[in-house]
Nanobody
Framework: VQLVESGGGLVQPGGSLTLSCAYS????????IGWFRQAPGQEREGVSC????????MYTDPVKGRFTVSSDNAKSTVYLQMNNLKPEDTAVYYC???????????????????????????WGQGTQVTVSS
């Protein structure tokens, strides 16, 4: 399993950015692809999840209504469209993958204790997003 994030950068508050996660080395059916972020001195937190085979999605509370996750199976890529960015969105963003996992299950886990990073076993190297004027 290989995951490579790209698309990070510097953006002003209120701006938009689209991150990409190119995946390879596995058959995506039955996999969940998650987006996470980690700010300096803080724990890694969940952002979004997509079950690529049926495009089921979930979003965590801080990003709901502003971020959109999607997939392009032909390009083996998952995207995270981020709109109305805020300074508190500044973090390193990671994508992660796990077999035999549904985003419905991830969402249920998130509603229970917010710590969904442990649901995923394969991770990319991360891409930096900085929101600042």
């Amino acid at each position: 399993v290989q995951l490579v994030e790209s698309g990070g950068g510097l953006v002003q508050p209120g701006g938009s950015l689209t991150l990409s996660c190119a995946y390879s080395g596995f058959t995506v059916d039955g996999y969940a692809i998650g987006w996470f972020r980690q700010a300096p001195g803080q724990e890694r937190e969940g952002v979004s999840c997509i079950s690529v085979s049926d495009e089921t999605t979930m979003y965590t509370d801080p990003v709901k209504g502003r971020f959109t996750v999607s997939s392009d199976n032909a390009k083996s890529t998952v995207y995270l469209q981020m709109n109305n960015l805020k300074p508190e969105d500044t973090a390193v963003y990671y994508c992660a993958a796990e077999a035999d996992l549904s985003c419905i299950k991830v969402d249920a886990h998130y509603r229970w204790d917010r710590n969904i990073a442990n649901d995923f076993g394969s991770w990319g190297q991360g891409t930096q997003v900085t929101v600042s004027s």
